[in-house]
């Protein structure tokens, strides 16, 4: 009968929670009641749990931890600790919040638990979590995008419910007022789940685009609206060869522009900082430049020309003459000579002319340099002899000498008392004559044509008669791989190059070829 009893008393107080230090059994007894059951709560709330502390020992009790325990996913729970004394036989209300996370519909079993040093005390409260239905929606896509450039959309709808959302979906693409896309249907989302959309315009017009994104789902209906704009700025660009190297600029009225793309010879660059783009070539011919201007693809081409110097000397000057690859003088070129005694320096004029002091650089072996910043630069090796000084006796002749296949005559010297009798000088002047009026009609009345190979370039030159036009047709045996003219048609067939120009009297065609 006695062990009956005490069964009996441990059942009666199982159900409040009381646990008794195993150190102070006897002596200190804590109880916490939840003053509320059932909790009623929806995903996404902050609910609170009221309970009580009893002290039913000998002593105060004093910080009391107090703390949920339950299922470790769909809650975040608060600990608490009490630093009010709880005297013996006295009461303490409180109270725990807990935040419902997205989870299912139903009944949770939770534990409220107190602990004062080695006494606790825990007892039961529920959470009856109910259906949510709700969701956001949203349209991820930029402000701005320059025109020429995929535009990428992403439509998202999320689930903030508990349960299945039932319903339709529905989007549009608007350019200024005027649909160009539109879409709906019906579906449904899991609990915690989403629908997404990812929609690529590819380069789309220049204009203001509108996307409408709407939803009805679990009876609620929503909608959202983003606007970006498709624009093309206005570009300028200059394409020229300086200094050894091909330089692309790109700007508009606020400077140079960067990241443009730009393409030379099939080699892909970009603008820096300040729209620029160098590539260094030493090789002569024409070269191909594209460039992406916001979409808009313009080619453009930069011939590379090289110098050519040919040279004569007259007793103590050095005759240079300097031309480029089609043979056209090119002036304002900077010439140095370098010798055994020193340098000197000359700058070719209008005719591409200029002249070497050869006292200054001294004879024998001499280095000849041509340099332009709109050329590539050449450089000639040649031997300058130390003239002989005539004898006074030695009677004096006319000379002549060439330079660069044109004749340059120099007047006899007037040493020695010799005459030329009337007879032989008129008969020098009558050939003079007969000479000049040939060259003359072959000048203007003849075609003339140039070719030359430098590289992996083969460059021909046609020009037409001043007196008559010119029908052209020229065939050459060359293995080319690609060939431009600046006039006419030309094609490579069975490892020839043919080409057919008509020219009108005095004018000229050119044709580059690139050796393969």
Request: proline content about 5%.
């Amino acid at each position: 009968m006695k062990r009956l009893s005490v069964v009996l008393i441990f059942i009666l107080l199982l159900p409040i929670g009381v646990v008794l230090s195993p150190a102070n059994a006897g002596e200190t007894v804590l109880i916490i009641n939840p003053l509320k059951e059932v909790i009623n709560a929806v995903p996404g709330e902050t609910v609170t749990i009221p309970f009580q502390i009893k002290n039913l020992g000998n002593d105060t009790l004093r910080n009391v931890t107090v703390y949920v325990t339950g299922p470790a996913e769909g809650f975040i729970y608060q600990t608490k600790l009490i630093r009010v004394p709880v005297p013996p036989n006295g009461t303490l209300n409180e109270s725990l919040s807990i935040k419902v996370l997205l989870i299912s519909a139903g009944v949770y079993n939770l534990t409220i638990v107190a602990r004062a040093g080695s006494v606790y005390t825990q007892a039961p409260v529920k959470i009856r979590v109910g259906i949510l239905s709700d969701y956001s929606i949203d349209v991820e896509v930029g402000k701005e995008y320059l025109y020429g450039h995929d535009v990428g959309i992403r439509l998202i709808v999320k689930s903030k419910s508990n349960g299945v959302l039932l319903g339709t979906v529905g989007y549009s693409i608007s350019r200024d007022g005027v649909r160009l896309i539109e879409n709906e249907n019906s579906t449904y989302i899991q609990a915690g789940g989403q629908w997404e959309r990812n929609i690529t315009l590819h380069r789309p017009e220049i204009g203001n685009y509108t996307v409408a994104l709407w939803a009805n789902l679990g009876g609620k209906f929503k909608k959202v609206t983003k606007t970006f704009r498709v624009y093309q700025r206005k570009l300028s660009y200059r394409a020229f060869f300086r200094n050894g190297a091909i330089t692309v600029i790109v700007y508009n009225s606020s400077g140079g522009v960067p990241g443009i793309k730009v393409t030379i010879n099939g080699v892909e660059f970009t603008t820096d900082e300040s729209g620029k783009v160098s590539y260094a070539v030493d090789t002569p011919g024409t070269y191909e430049v594209v460039l992406d201007l916001d979409g808009k693809i313009v080619t453009t081409f930069v011939e590379v020309k090289r110098l050519f110097i040919s040279y004569q000397q007259r007793n103590s000057t050095l005759i240079v003459k300097v031309v480029d690859s089609t043979g056209l003088p090119v002036p304002n070129v900077t010439l140095s000579a370098s010798g055994p005694l020193g340098k000197d320096y000359a700058v070719t004029n209008s005719s591409g002319l200029a002249t070497v002091n050869l006292n200054k650089t001294g004879y024998g072996t001499l280095i000849v340099s041509a340099q332009s910043d709109d050329y590539i630069g050449a450089q000639a090796v040649l031997q300058a002899v130390r003239p002989v000084r005539p004898s006074p006796t030695t009677s004096s002749t006319t000379k002549s000498e060439t330079i660069s296949n044109q004749t340059y005559a120099i007047p006899p010297s007037t040493t020695g008392e010799e005459k030329t009798g009337n007879d032989l000088t008129a008969l020098i002047l009558i050939a003079s004559g007969l000479i000049l009026a040939g060259t003359s009609y072959l000048a203007f009345a003849t075609p003339s044509f140039h070719e030359e190979t430098l590289d992996r370039y083969y460059f021909a030159k046609v020009k037409a008669p001043r007196l008559r036009p010119l029908h052209y047709h020229f065939e050459r045996p060359v293995s080319a791989r690609e060939v431009r003219v600046t006039k006419g048609k030309a094609r490579i067939e069975d490892g020839r190059i043919i080409w057919e120009v008509e020219l009108e009297p005095g004018e000229e065609a050119q044709l580059q070829a690139v050796l393969g």
